[in-house]
């Protein structure tokens, strides 16, 4: 599994997530790791809800903007977040994501909430190669 950590002087109101992975598959499940553990307390959220996503991008750089994307408006949309995630990354061009996410709803008294994720931003995005394994940087606007 890969590692991440959370830079918090970015900009006002925003949290920048460094990460690093050894295939893009495992980049992928770690941001979606990051980005549950920043919106809520994971240990507050039982695993009751599983599903399936498929998303397809031109580049692995947009598939992972689109999946943290599409991670949000679930949480926003349905009231859910994924603490756990099981992906497979395909293609060359375009790339294809299909993930299983485990997870459950966002019940107030009973999910200790950390930060109202609203998206995520392009500005310092990036996913790219690096030794050993891939590298992400994303900003996230809370």
């Given at each position: 599994m890969?590692?991440?950590?959370f830079?918090?002087?970015?900009?006002?109101?925003?949290?920048?997530?460094?990460?690093s992975?050894?295939?893009?598959?495992?980049?992928?499940?770690?941001a979606?790791?990051a980005?549950?553990?920043?919106?809520?307390?994971?240990?507050?959220?039982?695993e009751?809800?599983?599903?399936?996503?498929?998303l397809?991008?031109?580049?692995?750089?947009?598939?992972?903007?689109d999946?943290?994307?599409?991670?949000?408006?679930?949480?926003?949309?349905?009231?859910?977040?994924?603490?756990?995630?099981?992906?497979?990354?395909?293609?060359g061009?375009?790339?294809?994501?299909?993930?299983?996410?485990?997870?459950?709803?966002?019940?107030?008294?009973?999910?200790?909430?950390?930060?109202?994720?609203?998206?995520?931003?392009?500005?310092?995005?990036?996913?790219?190669?690096?030794?050993g394994?891939?590298?992400s940087?994303?900003?996230?606007?809370?």
């Amino acid at each position: 599994m890969g590692n991440f950590r959370f830079i918090d002087d970015v900009a006002l109101a925003d949290c920048a997530v460094d990460l690093s992975a050894r295939s893009p598959a495992d980049a992928f499940e770690t941001a979606a790791r990051a980005l549950a553990e920043m919106a809520v307390d994971p240990g507050t959220v039982p695993e009751s809800i599983a599903r399936h996503i498929v998303l397809e991008a031109p580049t692995l750089g947009q598939l992972l903007f689109d999946w943290l994307s599409e991670l949000i408006y679930l949480k926003d949309h349905d009231a859910e977040v994924y603490i756990r995630t099981a992906v497979q990354v395909s293609g060359g061009g375009p790339y294809r994501l299909a993930a299983r996410l485990y997870g459950g709803r966002i019940v107030p008294g009973r999910t200790d909430s950390r930060a109202d994720i609203k998206g995520i931003a392009l500005h310092e995005f990036i996913f790219e190669p690096s030794p050993g394994g891939w590298h992400s940087r994303f900003v996230v606007d809370l």
